[in-house]
């Protein structure tokens, strides 16, 4: 007769979300297995990709001792606003950001999500990658009560799943958590390439001292064509990760081919010299789920509760997701010790889970930010118009010799309202604001 | 006749010029540098009705699919090289049809980043 295998705890996806649900339960005595379907943990994992160091110490106080593979603190940061031929750039270079370990590092995830996982794995939690959940098990009342996996014999039971399945959350959906798929219009489609490129360069051309400084840049405007999305460009050790993002529905509307876009922005004249020479060594492409905090899946029924990208929790504006992730993994993670103290799984207990959510950064931010995915919605014209607009404020401004400067103020009054209507104007910035504030 | 414009329909049509800035890329040279572990008794990406694919007007999927897993041949029938997938879920919620059935790859197969 085939054996049962029955552990204190389950985890699907070896994200920053599972593996930090994996960690905190393992450490405190839970008997937790954790599974993911690549190849080894972080092969399906892909990002930008800054992560921050707060949601890290949070889980790992010690984690600096235990040599995270960090590419480069983020000493400068900021936004290039890029117009056809032209750039303005705010961005905050600061001493303030040189300390160790610092706030923030960029990082290439298959290489972090294993040493992360090996953390899990030494705190006590059996992983198992190769393998994927098929399906969520539930007992005739519908409580949750183990996953079924593509391994033969591979039904594993627990009395808490923790379903950390990433933005394509099929499981999520089974259970009914969440309807169906969210539309077009609030996933973004990501592409990037890793471009290698000796260290000494890469100081040079963004004007860093050495290994111990970095640069994350958000680039808006003509790197997306003018529709709603963000490029980027960051420094890693060796290397560069250049991408952009836009709005699935976008891509689908005007028939874009991602990689032509991304092409096109690496051909840009002010972008093309910080690629220079450099050897493309991978390309690849995620989505982001832009679900908002309104059409948040339910995160916890009988038995089971979602964390990260499975529950739509990112903070596009801020492009900030594993960090979210990391915090709501550990407090899904803390909610499942406590279930196993009271011997108590039920919908009502796990819900503290979502209490200690509202209660972080995780919910309120996505609170705060509610409306800022309809905001892009409603105003696809935001970025191009306005990153133009800046470009042509700037040319006219540091050009205008000989013209009374009263005039030239005028000028660039006039030049925006050419563009759209005043009230336009008027509305966007009203709209802009109301989403910021929440 | 006055069309409405819905919300999150506001759409205007991209340029002639602005899409003639694009470049080609043949998407080979991209996918080369990923690794796949390709199961090849399992496809993961199947068509649902090949005759739905024949009443779909716009075939976004030929475009939007950051790999070119789909393609047309000669009939126009819409071939899909799910060797190459690399498992964004962009097909599944981007056919306006419904029409693609989306599966993870066996547990091992499919693409393993090296950087990510
Ligand atoms: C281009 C891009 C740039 C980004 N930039 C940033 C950034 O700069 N900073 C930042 O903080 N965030 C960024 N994000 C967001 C961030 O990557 C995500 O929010 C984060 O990875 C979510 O973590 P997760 O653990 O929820 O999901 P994931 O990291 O997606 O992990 C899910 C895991 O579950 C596994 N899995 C799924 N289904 C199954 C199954 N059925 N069985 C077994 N295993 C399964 C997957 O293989 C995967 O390993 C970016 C995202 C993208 C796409
Ligand atoms: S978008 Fe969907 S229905 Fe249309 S051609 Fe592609 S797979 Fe077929
Ligand atoms: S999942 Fe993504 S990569 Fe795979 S076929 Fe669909 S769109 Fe292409």
Request: glycine share 10%.
């Amino acid at each position: 007769m085939a054996t049962k295998h029955t552990f204190d705890a389950i985890v699907v996806g070896g994200g920053p979300a599972g593996t930090a649900a994996a960690l905190t339960m393992a450490r405190s005595g839970l008997k937790t297995i954790l599974i993911e379907r690549g190849n080894f943990v972080g092969a399906k994992n892909f990002f930008g990709g800054v992560m921050y160091t707060h949601a890290i110490a949070d889980l790992l106080p010690d984690f600096w001792e235990r040599t995270p593979p960090f590419e480069r603190p983020l000493t400068e940061q900021g936004y290039w606003m890029l117009a056809p031929d032209s750039v303005v750039r705010m961005t905050h270079k600061s001493e303030h950001y040189k300390h160790e370990p610092a706030d923030a590092y960029t990082v290439l995830r298959a290489q972090f999500d294993p040493w992360l996982a090996e953390q899990a794995s030494k705190a006590g939690a059996l992983v198992v990658t190769r393998t994927a959940v098929l399906r969520v098990l539930q007992d005739s009342k519908g409580k949750v009560i183990g996953v079924r996996t593509d391994r033969p014999d591979g039904d594993v039971y627990a009395p808490i799943v923790i379903i950390a399945e990433g933005v394509n959350n099929l499981l999520t959906q089974r259970l009914g958590l969440i309807k169906n798929d969210l539309p077009p219009r609030f996933v973004a489609l990501a592409v990037k390439e890793y471009i290698s490129l000796p260290a000494k360069d890469i100081q040079a051309r963004f004007g860093l001292t050495g290994a111990n400084e970095g640069a994350a840049i958000d680039i808006f405007g003509d790197a997306t064509m003018g529709l709603p999305g963000t490029a980027f460009l960051y420094t890693d050790k060796a290397g560069i990760s250049i991408g952009v993002g836009m709005l699935l529905d976008e891509f689908i509307q005007h028939k874009l081919r991602p990689y032509e876009v991304l092409a096109r922005f690496k051909n840009h004249p002010v972008i093309q010299p910080y690629l220079e020479g450099g050897k493309p060594f991978e390309y690849g492409a995620h989505l982001i789920p832009e679900t908002g905090y309104d059409r948040m899946p339910k995160l916890a029924a009988d038995g089971v509760m979602v964390a990260g990208d499975a529950a739509g929790m990112v903070d596009a504006l801020h492009r900030e997701g594993t960090n979210l992730a990391m915090t709501a993994g550990r407090m899904a993670g803390l909610t499942a010790i406590k279930a196993h103290q009271a011997g108590d799984f039920s919908a009502t207990f796990l819900n503290q889970y979502r209490q200690d959510l509202e209660n972080s950064f995780v919910l309120k931010d996505m609170k705060q930010y509610r409306r800022m995915t309809d905001f892009l919605d409603t105003t696809p014209h935001f970025m191009g118009t306005y990153a133009n607009f800046l470009n042509d404020v700037a040319l006219r401004y540091f050009t205008a010799h000989g013209i009374p400067k009263r005039d030239m103020e005028r000028q660039i009054v006039g030049m925006l309202q050419e563009r759209r209507s005043f009230f336009g104007v008027a509305q966007d910035m009203v709209k802009l604001l109301r989403a910021m504030r929440g | 006749m006055k069309l409405k414009k819905k919300k999150g329909q506001s759409h205007e049509p991209l340029s002639p010029e602005l899409r003639a800035t694009l470049p080609k890329v043949n998407i080979n040279d991209l996918v080369v540098s990923i690794k796949y572990y390709v199961d090849e008794d399992f496809a993961h990406i199947q068509i649902r009705d090949h005759s739905v694919c024949t009443r779909c007007a716009t075939k976004p999927c030929l475009d939007f699919c950051p790999v070119q897993v789909f393609t047309a041949d000669a009939q126009g029938k819409i071939m899909v090289g799910y060797q190459a997938c690399v498992e964004c879920g962009s097909c599944r919620i981007g056919c306006p049809l419904k029409n693609v059935d989306w599966q993870l790859p066996r547990g091992g197969h499919g693409v393993a980043y090296k950087f990510g």
